[in-house]
């Protein structure tokens, strides 16, 4: 099956750098996903990896390591609105077509 | 363009009525799925289509049912609901050929007493 392994809860104070890891187990590999979702929000796409190594959007990063089943996703300067929950996802296998996430890391900032 | 809508917002069902969940998307995207997200689990993967005519079963399919008759509407029915169907639903489009972003729509809080 499928699987993915991320901490449950990350703290930490505005203008800081916070990583969030996620471990992946799967059978076939198309690319990692990430996703932020505010409470009562619907979760919305913020970057994706099909390759190995670092993908930059402004002060959001993430990184892919294929050969470890790795990622992880960098956020800098934080603000108080990052807080969030942050989902890494694979597709399905069987789907290709939908997501199999992560349980969620809950990001919370504090000024 | 409206993107993913989901209707109603909230929905209270005692044990054993049915109901359905609808969903549209407005982006002429191929691939829909339905995803249900309970405290600490995550979004789990219900049914997922790949086009008008043909579904197929996630994760955790039971108790759920699906059918795409086009490719705007893909509505989710609850047959006898149960407790465990307590849940946020949230339905996601999907273009073909892109394996790397899903919209989702606003999500339906659901309640079975």
């Known amino acids: 099956g499928q699987s993915l392994e991320q901490p449950s809860e990350v703290t930490a104070v505005e203008g800081a750098i916070v990583q969030i890891n996620c471990t992946y187990q799967?059978?076939?590999?198309?690319?990692l996903s990430w996703y932020q979702q505010h409470d009562g929000g619907a979760p919305t796409f913020l970057s994706y990896n099909a390759l190995d190594g670092l993908e930059e959007t402004g002060r959001f990063s993430s990184f892919l390591s294929r050969s470890d089943s790795y990622g992880y996703l960098l956020l800098q300067e934080l603000q108080m609105k990052d807080s969030a929950s942050y989902f890494c996802a694979v597709p399905d296998n069987q789907a290709g077509t939908a997501l199999i996430f992560g349980k969620g890391t809950t990001l919370s900032v504090s000024s | 363009n409206a993107g993913v809508t989901q209707t109603p917002k909230f929905q209270v069902l005692k044990t054993g009525q049915s109901m359905t969940l609808q969903c549209a998307q407005d982006?002429?995207?191929?691939?829909m799925s339905w995803y249900r997200q309970d405290p600490g689990m995550g979004l789990r993967l219900i049914h997922y289509?790949?086009?008008?005519?043909?579904?197929d079963q996630g994760e955790v399919p039971n108790g759920y049912n699906v059918s795409r008759s086009t490719t705007e509407d893909f509505p989710l029915r609850l047959l006898s609901a149960a407790p465990s169907q307590t849940s946020v639903y949230f339905c996601a489009s999907m273009g073909q050929g892109a394996t790397d972003t899903q919209y989702f729509g606003p999500g339906t809080r659901l309640t079975v007493l």
């Open positions: 289509s790949v086009g008008a005519g043909i579904t």
């Open positions: 799967t059978s076939g590999f198309y690319g």
């Open positions: 982006m002429n995207h191929e691939y």
